[in-house]
């Protein structure tokens, strides 16, 4: 643990929340997953899930907790405890996507506001390699920070009701891909052929917090391609070793 100031508060009769300093920072990351990882290796008797977000983990009891007191003091206990034997592998994903303006719906707004080319926007949003923070709002939906200052653009002030599976998106300073169809308010440059989240498969998403994802562009001839092997179940992501 990297010796942050953290905040453990009860949250409700069975959760009890820890916090770190507020701010999108691998560091924090690191930390987060690290504390969760001994969490989930120490308490697992009693702890049913941890579920992480930024800069935070909710710990949920199987059970009404009794003595709140002394939970948090076992937690602040783990929290100070020496760890060198977590393995945090993490992995570099390769994630194609279509830029073209068939599915980048917003792509020439962002375009001409940023008094920018549509290449010179996609070139910007693929050079990055961006870190998976956590995954929420929709199941398989990656939250990502690295996104270039250049494209950081304001969410719609009226929300899509329908955005399609697959949508790449930026929203305010992030980025992301809808990976199943849903209402939703970012802006649509692009779409991914890959299914982010899949019920049937262990895990049900192939991206996990602490990875890093690199979209790649395609034609929409090889987008057709990759998502009839998607739909035939023989496409397997891109990955390797992150560094």
């Known amino acids: 643990m990297k010796g942050f100031q953290l ?43 941890v579920i992480q977000s930024y800069n935070s983990l909710l710990v949920i009891y199987d059970s009404t907790i009794d003595d709140f007191n002394g939970e948090i003091w076992k937690l602040k206990s783990l929290s100070e405890s020496q760890v060198d034997d977590v393995n945090l592998e993490s992995l570099v994903w ?3 996507v279509c830029y073209d ?26 050079q990055p390699f961006y870190t998976v923070y956590f995954i929420g709002f929709l199941p398989g ?34 980025t992301g891909i809808y990976p199943n169809e849903s209402p939703g308010g970012w802006n649509i440059i692009g779409n991914s052929p890959l299914e982010f989240f899949n019920p049937q498969q262990s895990p049900p998403c192939f991206v996990k917090a602490g990875d890093q994802v690199q979209f790649v562009p395609i034609d929409i001839q090889e987008y057709e391609k990759i998502k009839r092997d998607v739909d035939l179940g023989v496409c397997q992501p891109k990955f390797r070793k992150r560094l």
Do not use: C
């Open 141 to 174: 939906f990656l939250y990502l920070g690295g996104l270039d200052h250049q494209l950081q653009f304001p969410r719609k002030s009226k929300p899509r009701m329908k955005v399609e599976k697959g949508a790449l998106a930026i929203g305010g300073h992030q």
């Open 101 to 126: 303006t068939k599915f980048g719906l917003d792509l020439n707004e962002i375009s001409e506001e940023k008094k920018l080319t549509k290449q010179e926007v996609i070139q910007l949003h693929s």
């Open 94 to 96: 390769e994630i194609p």
């Open 7 to 49: 905040k453990f508060l009860p949250f409700n009769e069975r959760s009890i929340l820890v916090e770190w300093p507020s701010r999108i920072d691998e560091d924090v990351l690191k930390d987060v997953l690290l504390f969760k990882n001994i969490i989930q290796k120490n308490l697992s008797k009693v702890v049913v899930e």
